[in-house]
Structures are given as structure tokens and as C-alpha cells.
């Protein structure tokens, strides 16, 4: 049984042809799952999830969302930042302040 809750997208490294269009493949994928009941965007990759820097995706459009896909940079904005021990910590405890279950990293 599925666990119901929020989905969290954050981008990594340098900007691709494709890392747009892995975040919104995610997005609409995760619209189709009844126990995902948000999905946000971390602006600045894991360093926006320290700093609890989100964008709700949810009730974007899959107009606008297809429009993203076409452009190749990061459109949530990347980092380089290497996560040591204590800022997976963080991380977690973030992901449990904000009830996100599903994470995915691009």
C-alpha cells in the first residue's frame, strides 16, 4: 500500500537537454497517483530543501509544464552542493516537517 503524502523534485548539476523534461515527466506522472497529494519544486536543488525554498507544481499547468520541457536549462535552479551527513539530516528533517514521502533528485 502506497504511503499518502507530497512529492518533492529537486535538480542537481549542470543544465541539460533533458533535466527539464525529467521534471516534468515527474510531475505529470505524479498528478496520476491519488496518494501523492502535492508535488513541489525545490528551488536551488538540495540547498533549497535546507532552506525550505518550495514551488507548488500541483496546479500548474500541463500547458506551461510542456513548455518547460522544451527548454534546455534547470528551471528550478541547480546547485553543485555535495550533501555530507549532517545535511542528509537536514534534509530528513525537512521532508518529515513538510510531510513529503516521495523525493526525486534529477
Known amino acids: 500500500m502506497a504511503l499518502t ?4 523534485i529537486a535538480q542537481g548539476g549542470g543544465p541539460t ?7 516534468v515527466g515527474v510531475v505529470l506522472e505524479a498528478r496520476k497517483y ?20 518550495f514551488l507548488d507544481l500541483t496546479q ?8 518547460v520541457a522544451l527548454c534546455p536549462s534547470s ?3 541547480s546547485t553543485r552542493v555535495k550533501p555530507d551527513e549532517e545535511f542528509c539530516k537536514k534534509i ?3 521532508l518529515a ?3 513529503i514521502r516521495y523525493f526525486f533528485y534529477v
Open 92 to 94: 530528513f528533517k525537512v
Open 75 to 77: 528551471a528550478l535552479c
Open 34 to 53: 491519488q496518494n501523492i497529494t502535492k508535488v513541489y519544486g525545490a528551488v536551488n536543488g538540495v540547498q533549497g530543501i535546507v532552506n525550505e525554498n
Open 17 to 23: 537537454a533533458v533535466i527539464n523534461q525529467t521534471l
Open 60 to 67: 500548474e499547468t500541463t500547458h506551461n509544464l510542456e513548455q
Open 5 to 8: 503524502g507530497k512529492a518533492l
Open 97 to 99: 516537517i513538510h510531510d
